[in-house]
């Protein structure tokens, strides 16, 4: 176990989403996927529950990214997952009913935007810093994969 585990382990577990973060190559990728089919499956279960649930996530996700960042030295580490899982979620919250389809369209969107930085994504990762700054890129990037599926779906 590293010094940052022994100095914050209940926020590594959480923000690193049970060590996923620690994995080689692209751990929030890995975090995404893993988040996509569990909120599938439990999608649809009500609608305001599941935003109060959501809502309780972002803050302790925010609160234990403070956490983990804090006891990993770095303002923004890429062992720091929990982000993905929390903007991932809220793309997905953003509808009532999704097709499988659907979903792994949101999971490319959602990284390409997280990863890509486009404005506004940019914005808010620059704007805020800490626990809140690690989450709040990746709520605007699941934002945005909502907002254009949203319009595909319009389209069609």
């Known amino acids: ?10 926020s590594m577990a959480i923000a690193t989403v049970g060590g996923i973060g620690h994995l080689p190559g692209g751990p929030g990728t890995y975090a995404a996927i893993l988040t996509a089919p569990i909120v599938a499956v439990l999608h ?3 609608s305001i529950l599941a935003a109060a649930v959501f809502a309780g996530a972002v803050v302790i ?9 804090s ?6 580490s890429r062992k720091v997952v929990i ?45 805020w810093h800490s626990g809140w ?7 605007v990037a699941g934002a945005m994969a909502a907002a254009v599926l949203s319009l595909c779906r319009l389209a069609i």
């Open 1 to 10: 176990m590293n010094a940052a585990w022994r100095k914050a382990p209940i």
């Open 44 to 46: 649809g279960h009500g």
């Open 61 to 69: 996700g925010t609160v234990a990214s403070d956490g983990a960042c």
């Open 71 to 76: 006891a990993l030295g770095e303002p923004d």
């Open 83 to 127: 982000d993905e899982v929390l903007g991932m979620w809220g793309a997905m919250l953003a509808f009532e009913t999704l097709t499988w389809a659907e979903v792994v369209a949101l999971l490319v969107l959602f990284r390409l935007f997280d990863i890509l930085k486009p404005w506004p994504v940019s914005a808010a990762e620059q704007r």
């Open 133 to 139: 700054g690690v989450v709040a890129d990746d709520l």
